[in-house]
């Protein structure tokens, strides 16, 4: 099989990227309709919400925001037992930043839906899942063990504990999905707040 040339555009970026500029107070207003939702476990209407901005930061020319906004739109699908909307969705997040050549930095928030998938037993669809993002990531010259290796080798130099939750939007903050400035500044992955680690 032909098999492309390791290609790591991150490795010659400086540590720490510009960060997004913040979403418009509407956008912020529905993520946090979006997250309550799935807090209170009506995962349809979180996924609904979420799947309608991805679709807007398509029109809008933000594509990272779409994938992160697809990513969740899926693990609310997995979660509201609609596993073939979850590999829909969650694909076309992976093929997003694939386009963007970051495979790596959606992994994490699709390893959620795969990880979700598995949980409920949908395996042919968590397998399914498993091996886009695998394809993605070796079309791009890595691996999950890989993101997995450089996301751990990131949390070690980081100090302080980020806050569970985006003051602004609601979301849960995963260090492994926010985007980190330095070892003690990020921005919410969702609503591009800053936040500082505790
Ligand atoms: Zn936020």
């Not at 099989?1 to 207003?29: E, H, I, S, Y």
């Not at 309608?52 to 509201?80: N, S, T």
């Not at 985006?166 to 980190?180: K, M, R, T, Y």
Request: net charge positive; with cysteine; charged share 30%.
């Amino acid at each position: 099989m032909f098999r492309r040339r390791p290609f790591r555009p991150f490795r010659f970026r400086p540590p720490g990227r510009p960060p997004l500029p913040p979403v418009a107070p509407r956008v912020r207003r529905a993520l946090r309709r979006a997250h309550e939702a799935l807090a209170r476990g009506d995962a349809a209407e979180a996924a609904a919400i979420f799947h309608r901005l991805g679709e807007e930061a398509e029109r809008r020319a933000m594509p990272l925001r779409a994938a992160v906004a697809f990513a969740e739109a899926a693990h609310a699908e997995a979660l509201g037992d609609n596993p073939q909307k979850a590999v829909e969705d969650a694909g076309r997040a992976v093929e997003i930043a694939a386009h963007l050549g970051r495979p790596g930095r959606i992994a994490p928030a699709v390893g959620r839906v795969i990880e979700a998938l598995r949980r409920k037993g949908y395996e042919a669809e968590a397998a399914e899942l498993e091996s886009r993002l695998d394809a993605a990531l070796e079309a791009a010259g890595t691996s999950r063990g890989e993101v997995a290796a450089r996301l751990a080798a990131a949390r070690g130099k980081r100090r302080g504990q980020l806050p569970p939750k985006c003051e602004a939007c609601g979301a849960p903050l995963l260090p492994d999905e926010v985007e980190w400035h330095d070892a003690t500044t990020a921005s919410c992955p969702y609503c591009g707040s800053p936040v500082k680690v505790m």
